[in-house]
């Protein structure tokens, strides 16, 4: 049987052989040893790599597309307890002036308040020319009589009254819009009422009231 292998072989057939095997050992290594990175996208066909192929943790959030990380959301979890307050903050800058407000409406006049307690009162009319009298004298004879004895000098006698209430009493102009001013003094048995002008000047066209507490 050999010698008749023999006689059959012949190169071609010898040649023939050898290139069947090594092509069929080739194709074997290269289906079992694949070069690194030599399987993309385009080797692989469409839903052809399943969860189950795949290794547990291999897959990251970072491997996925963005839309896939959306769909990523699980359900909302417990609200967490209340942190500590925080420190006060610094103060802030004072803030600038606001415009005035409007004028408020006038209010109601109020109640007549209870009688006064003077102990007596007088008004003195004094025109130029003419000698001061009384327009009103209370409690009656408090003031005896008032004469003028310089300009803007007039002195209200006060007989009934002693050193000590004379040296009390309080007067004031009538027209108080006009600017004149009216001081006291002490005169003879009685009280002593200078008038004068804004300009401090004396004058006698000046009306006056006088109180004694």
Request: glycine fraction near 12%; proline fraction near 5%; charged fraction near 15%.
């Amino acid at each position: 049987m050999l010698s008749r292998l023999r006689a059959r072989l012949t190169y071609a057939n010898v040649v023939a052989t050898i290139a069947l095997f090594i092509a069929l050992g080739g194709s074997s290594y290269a289906a079992l040893q694949l070069p690194k990175n030599s399987v993309g996208p385009d080797q692989l066909k469409a839903n052809s790599v399943t969860s189950n192929k795949l290794k547990a943790g291999s897959v990251h959030a970072d491997d996925l597309s963005s839309k896939a990380r959306s769909h990523l959301r699980g359900q909302r979890g417990r609200q967490g307890v209340q942190g500590p307050q925080g420190k006060t903050g610094a103060k802030g800058a004072k803030g600038s002036t606001g415009a005035k407000g409007s004028t408020g409406a006038k209010g109601s006049t109020g109640a007549r308040g209870p009688a006064g307690t003077a102990r007596a009162y007088a008004t003195v009319l004094a025109d130029d020319g003419q000698q001061p009298i009384f327009t009103a004298n209370v409690p009656p004879l408090a003031f005896g009589s008032v004469a003028r004895t310089g300009t803007g000098v007039y002195c209200l006698a006060a007989p009934i009254l002693t050193a000590g209430q004379r040296s009390a009493a309080i007067v004031s102009v009538r027209d108080v819009g006009a600017g004149y001013l009216a001081s006291a003094n002490l005169c003879t048995n009685g009280i002593e009422v200078h008038t004068r002008n804004t300009a401090n000047a004396p004058v006698d066209n000046v009306d006056f009231n006088v109180w004694v507490p």
